[in-house]
C-alpha cells in the first residue's frame, strides 16, 4: 500500500528584536499589579544588566564577564517537542522530535530508545495544550510543556515526564542562549526551580527566583533570592524589594540577610536607603518615613489621592481622601484635626490607639458611647472612657472600676437608698444630695446653699425662700414660685415637704402653674394607689382627666384609673381606659398593663397586646418576658384556634412570628433563647434553619443553636442525631441536651416497638444512627436501638426484594455480644427482639441467594450447552468453563453464608426454607464439580 507523503515539519516562527536584558526579568508584571514594570525604571542609577553576573553594562560586552549584550542569541533550531504515530506490528506507537543529527531528526520513541527517522513515515499526532499567556521563546518549551502535562496527569503519553525534562534540559544546555531561553519558558509556567537545569550560573538562577518571587508577590522568596546574589550586583533586585517593603518588613532575619546589599548600593539608590530606614537598619524620623512613602508612592504611579495623601501635611488632608488611609492613618488625622476628621471614627483603629488619643477624641467631643462601647479595649479603659463621654451608660460594675465617685453617689440615690446623701462620701454629688434631703424634710436651717451644684444654687435659694414663707403664713401654696417651678426637679422635695394634697388646695397651683397641678394630680392618685384606696385613687385621677391636657399626663392619669378599676374588679372599663390613653402618644407601662388586663378577660387578646409590646418597648429585658408569656399563653391556650392559623398545621400565629423572630436575636438570657428557640423549630422550622436567621443572636455559636436548628431542618432526625455524636463529655453536658438525648432515645425506642412490621425505614435509620454516633447511652438502651434498627431496616429492605447490606449482619453481632453483658431480666426483655432480628436476617439472605442461585442455574445451563458444542481447547471451551467454575465459587459462598443461619433459626418454617435451598446448592455444587472434573 502506497505511503502519502507527510507534510514537511514546520519551521520556527522568526524571532522578534528585542532589547537588550529584557526578556530576563527587567520587565516583569508584579505581584497586584495589572501593567508591566520597568524595574531598572525605578532606579537613579539606572543601566542595562548583565545577567549573566549582574554588573551594569554599557555599550558593548561585559567588562566583567564578557557576555554579549543580546544574551538571548542561540543558533538557528528546528522545532522539536512535535508528537508523532507510527505502527510497530499491528499497534499504532507515539514518537516525539527531540532534534536533529547527522543522520537526520531524531526522535524518542514509545520505549524511550532514540532513532533517526525520516518524517515522511510518520504522522502528526499533536497534543492539545493550552496557549498559555507568554510568547514561547525557546524551541523546547513545547517539550517542557508537555512533560508538565504528563506530571499532572493532564495527557497520558510513553514516557515520563522525567524522561522528557530530561530531554528539553540537554537541547537547552546545548547553548547558552537557548538555557537562558527554555530558563524563561520553565519561569512563565510557574516552575522557576527547573531553570537549575538549563545550564545557568548560580546568580543567574538567583535572578530567576528573584523575579518569579515579584511576579508572585511572595516576599519571604523575594528575601531568599536577594540575599542569595552578590551584594554589589544586580541593581534592579532593588528596585524589587522597594516595591515590596511593607511585605519584606515582615520576613524573618530580612534586615540581617539584606543588610550587605543595601549597604553596596546605599549611595547611588535612594530606594536602598529607604529599605535600610523600613527595615530598621538605620535610624529614621517621622519626617524622614512621610518622605520615604512618598518616594514609594511616587515610583508605583500611585493614584492622585493616595499620593496627596503620601506627600501632604495632617491639616492639608480633606475628609474625602482621608477615607483612602487604613485604621491607623485614620488615627493619626484624628488625632491632628479631631473636629473637622469625626467622621473617620468608625473606620480607625481606636482598639490599639494609646489611651491618650482616645481620650483627646473624647475631649473634643467625637467620640460617642456606643463606639466606646464597641472598642477591644481592656474593661478598666472602657469604664475610663464611657465615664467621660456617658457616665449614665456605665455599668454599676464599671462606675467603681473607673473611680467615678459621683455618678456611684448620684445612682445610690436614684435607686431611692435612704439618707443617700448623708452616706455619702465627701465629693460635690454628695454634698449637693445633702442638700436636697434637708429640703426634702423641711429642715430649712441645715440647707447650706454653697454646697448645691452651682447650676442649681439659684434654684435652692428661692426653693428656701419659698418654704420659708409657707412655714410663716401656714399656707404650702406660699411656697410656689414659677421660676423654681420650671425647674421640674424641684417638683418631688416639694411635695415630699408639703405634700400634695396642700399644694393642690384652693386651685392656686392650678391656676399659676397648670402643668405643676396636673402632675400633683398624678402624684395624689398614685399616694392613694399606695395604700390601696382604690376609691380614692379612681377619684383622684378622674379629677386629674377633667383638667389636664398635657398628652403624657393624660396617658398616665388613664393607667392610673385603670389600675384603681382593674382592683375593683372593673376588668372592662379599665381597658377601656388603657385602650383610650394608648391612642395617642402611648407609653411602654401603659402597653404592658393592657395585656395584664386584657388576659382577665380574653387570653387571645392579652396575647395580641404582649405581642405589641415586644416590637415596641425599649427595654429588653420587657420585650423578652413580653415574648414568652405571649409565647407560653399561646401554647397553653387549647380552648380555640386563633384567627387564621390553624394549629395542626404546626405554624406560629402571625401576631407571635415576627415578634419571636426578633427577640431570639436580642441579648437574652441563655435559657430565654432556649425556650423561644424551641417553639421556633418546631412552629417556625423553616425560618430558623435560614444561614442568616441567628446571625444577630449572641448565643449563635452555642450548642443550643446549633441543637434547635438541627430541630427544624428538613432532614430532622438526621441533623439532632449529628449535634448529639458531638458530644464526647456527656457528664460535663447541660441537663437539658442530656434530657433531649434520653427522650429521642426514649421516643425512637416507643415509635419502633409499635411499629415493627411498618415498611417505613425512616425510625429504624434513626435507631441506628443514634446506636452508632451517640455516645454515654445505656448499655441496654444501646442494644435496644440496634436491633430495633436492624429489624425494621431489614424488613423494609426485604420488602423490596433486595439484599440488606454487611453492616446491618455486623450490627446484629455487634448487638447479640453486648447483650450477653446485660442482666438478667434485661437478656429477657430482649429474648423476642434477638430472634425476630435474627429471624429476619435469615429470611432476607435466604431471599436474596435463592435469587442469586436462580439466575445462575440458567447461565450453568448456557454454560453446558457451549461446552457440548464447543471444541476443546477453543476460546468457547474456555469461556463455559470458567463459568461452571463460578457457579462452583457461588454454591461454596452460599453455603458458608447460609450454615450458620439455619443453626440458629427459631422458625421451623425458616429453618426448612434454608435447609432446602442449602441442599439444593449442594447438588448443584457436585454437578458443576464434575464436569470440571475434579
Not at 84 to 112: C, N, Q, V, W
Not at 324 to 333: P, W
Not at 616 to 636: F, G, I, K, V
Not at 716 to 735: C, E, R
Amino acid at each position: 500500500m502506497a505511503r502519502t507523503e507527510a507534510p514537511p515539519l514546520p519551521a520556527p516562527p522568526p524571532r522578534p528584536e528585542r532589547r537588550a536584558g529584557a526578556d530576563i526579568g527587567e520587565v516583569t508584571r508584579l505581584a497586584g499589579t495589572t501593567r508591566q514594570t520597568h524595574l531598572t525604571s525605578l532606579l537613579s542609577a539606572p543601566a542595562p544588566l548583565c545577567v549573566a553576573c549582574g554588573a551594569d553594562m554599557a555599550d558593548g560586552p561585559c567588562a566583567s564577564c564578557g557576555t554579549q549584550p543580546d544574551f538571548l542569541a542561540a543558533p538557528p533550531q528546528d522545532a522539536i517537542g512535535g508528537v508523532f504515530e507510527y505502527r510497530k506490528m499491528l499497534r499504532k506507537r507515539r514518537a516525539m522530535r527531540i532534534g536533529t543529527s547527522a543522520e537526520g531528526p531524531l526522535f524518542l520513541l514509545h520505549d524511550g530508545t532514540v532513532e533517526a527517522r525520516d518524517p515522511a513515515t510518520l504522522k502528526p499526532a499533536p497534543i492539545p495544550l493550552p496557549a498559555g499567556e507568554h510568547e514561547w521563546l525557546s524551541p523546547a518549551a513545547v517539550v517542557l510543556r508537555i512533560a508538565l502535562a504528563v506530571d499532572s496527569a493532564q495527557v497520558s503519553l510513553p514516557w515520563t515526564s522525567r524522561v522528557l525534562l530530561d530531554h528539553a534540559f540537554a537541547h537547552a544546555r546545548s547553548h547558552l542562549g537557548l538555557g537562558r531561553r527554555l530558563a524563561l519558558d520553565a519561569m512563565n509556567l510557574g516552575h522557576v526551580d527547573l531553570a537549575a537545569h538549563c545550564g545557568l550560573g548560580e546568580s543567574e538562577q538567583a535572578w530567576l527566583r528573584l523575579l518569579s518571587a515579584a511576579r508572585r508577590g511572595d516576599a519571604a522568596d523575594l528575601v531568599d533570592a536577594a540575599a542569595a546574589l552578590p551584594p554589589d550586583r544586580y541593581r534592579p533586585k532593588i528596585a524589587a524589594l522597594a516595591v515590596f517593603a511593607g511585605a519584606v518588613r515582615g520576613v524573618r532575619g530580612a534586615a540581617e540577610r539584606l543588610a550587605p546589599s543595601l549597604a553596596a548600593f546605599a549611595e547611588t539608590e535612594p530606594l536602598a536607603g529607604l529599605l535600610q530606614r523600613a527595615l530598621g537598619i538605620t535610624a529614621t524620623t517621622p519626617a524622614r518615613r512621610r518622605a520615604d512613602v512618598a518616594l514609594l508612592a511616587g515610583l508605583v504611579n500611585a493614584p492622585a489621592p493616595v499620593l496627596a495623601l503620601a506627600t501632604a501635611s495632617l491639616p492639608e488632608i480633606g475628609l474625602e481622601d482621608a477615607r483612602l488611609l487604613g485604621a491607623k492613618g485614620k488615627v493619626a488625622a484624628l488625632h491632628g484635626t479631631p473636629r473637622s476628621a469625626s467622621g473617620l471614627v468608625s473606620g480607625s483603629d481606636l482598639d490599639a490607639a494609646p489611651l491618650s488619643v482616645v481620650d483627646g477624641l473624647a475631649d473634643a467631643g467625637v467620640l460617642t458611647a456606643q463606639q466606646v462601647q464597641g472598642l477591644r479595649r481592656t474593661p478598666d479603659e472602657i469604664a475610663y472612657l464611657l465615664a467621660r463621654t456617658s457616665p449614665q451608660d456605665l455599668t454599676d460594675e464599671q462606675v467603681v472600676q473607673s473611680g467615678h465617685v459621683d455618678e456611684q453617689v448620684r445612682r445610690t440615690h436614684e435607686r431611692g437608698v435612704a439618707d443617700a446623701g448623708e452616706k455619702a462620701p465627701d465629693c460635690a454629688m454628695g454634698r449637693h444630695l445633702r442638700v436636697l434631703e434637708a429640703l426634702s424634710r423641711n429642715r430649712l436651717d441645715d440647707v447650706r446653699t454653697d454646697e448645691a451644684l452651682p447650676e442649681h444654687a439659684e434654684t435652692v435659694n428661692r426653693l428656701v425662700t419659698g418654704l420659708r414663707r409657707a412655714a410663716e403664713q401656714g399656707d404650702a401654696t406660699a411656697a410656689l414660685d414659677e421660676v423654681v417651678l420650671g425647674d421640674r426637679t424641684t417638683w418631688q422635695p416639694l411635695v415630699t415637704a408639703l405634700g400634695a394634697s396642700a399644694l393642690l388646695h384652693g386651685e392656686v397651683a392650678r391656676r399659676r402653674v397648670p402643668a405643676f397641678a396636673d402632675w400633683l394630680s398624678l402624684v395624689a392618685a398614685r399616694e392613694r394607689l399606695f395604700v390601696a384606696d382604690w376609691a380614692g385613687a379612681a377619684y383622684e385621677a378622674r379629677n386629674c382627666l377633667a383638667h389636664a391636657t398635657d398628652e403624657a399626663v393624660r396617658d398616665e392619669a388613664h393607667n392610673l384609673l385603670a389600675c384603681a378599676l382593674h382592683h375593683l374588679g372593673q376588668h372592662g372599663t379599665a381597658l377601656g381606659e388603657l385602650e383610650a390613653a394608648i391612642e395617642g402618644e402611648y407609653s411602654v407601662a401603659l402597653l404592658a398593663n393592657i395585656a395584664v388586663v386584657a388576659m382577665h378577660l380574653d387570653r387571645e387578646l392579652g396575647a395580641r397586646h404582649l405581642a405589641r409590646v415586644v416590637r415596641e418597648a425599649p427595654s429588653q429585658a420587657m420585650r423578652a418576658n413580653a415574648a414568652l408569656r405571649a409565647m407560653r399563653m399561646w401554647r397553653s391556650d387549647g380552648s380555640k384556634i386563633w384567627e387564621g392559623e390553624d394549629r395542626a398545621a404546626d405554624k406560629l400565629p402571625a401576631m407571635l412570628r415576627e415578634p419571636l423572630r426578633t427577640i431570639v436575636t436580642q441579648p437574652i438570657g441563655l435559657d430565654e433563647f432556649r425556650e423561644v428557640a424551641d417553639v421556633l423549630a418546631r412552629f417556625d422550622a423553616e425560618w430558623l434553619r435560614a444561614p442568616q436567621s441567628l446571625a444577630g443572636s449572641p448565643h449563635r455559636a452555642t450548642l443550643e443553636a446549633t441543637f434547635y436548628r438541627a430541630r427544624a431542618s428538613e432532614d430532622m432526625y438526621t441533623a439532632i442525631v449529628n449535634v448529639l455524636g458531638t458530644i464526647t463529655d456527656w457528664a460535663g453536658a447541660p441537663d437539658w441536651i442530656r434530657e433531649e438525648r434520653d427522650d429521642l432515645v426514649h421516643q425512637t425506642k416507643e415509635y419502633l416497638f409499635d411499629h415493627l412490621d411498618d415498611p417505613d425505614n425512616v425510625a429504624g435509620v434513626v435507631a441506628l444512627a443514634i446506636a452508632r454516633q451517640v455516645t454515654g447511652l445505656a448499655k441496654y438502651d444501646h442494644v435496644c436501638l440496634l436491633l430495633l434498627g436492624t429489624a425494621t431496616l431489614t424488613y423494609h429492605v426485604t420488602t423490596r426484594e433486595e439484599e440488606i447490606a454487611v453492616s446491618l449482619v455486623e450490627s446484629y453481632l455487634a448487638a447479640r455480644q453486648a447483650a450477653t453483658t446485660l442482666t438478667e431480666d434485661q437478656q429477657e426483655r430482649l429474648t423476642g427482639l434477638l430472634e425476630l432480628t435474627q429471624r429476619r436476617i435469615g429470611f432476607n439472605l435466604y431471599q436474596a441467594r435463592e435469587r442469586e442461585v436462580e439466575a445462575r442455574i440458567d447461565t450453568y445451563n448456557r454454560a453446558l450447552g457451549l461446552l457440548n458444542q464447543a471444541q476443546t481447547g477453543s476460546p468457547a471451551w474456555f469461556a463455559g468453563r470458567q463459568e461452571v467454575a463460578a457457579t462452583v465459587d457461588m454454591c461454596t459462598r452460599v453455603r458458608e453464608q447460609l450454615t450458620p443461619w439455619v443453626r440458629g433459626a427459631d422458625s421451623g418454617d425458616l429453618r426448612s426454607l434454608l435447609m432446602d435451598l442449602l441442599e439444593h446448592v449442594r447438588e448443584l455444587e457436585t454437578k458443576a464439580r464434575r464436569v470440571l472434573g475434579n
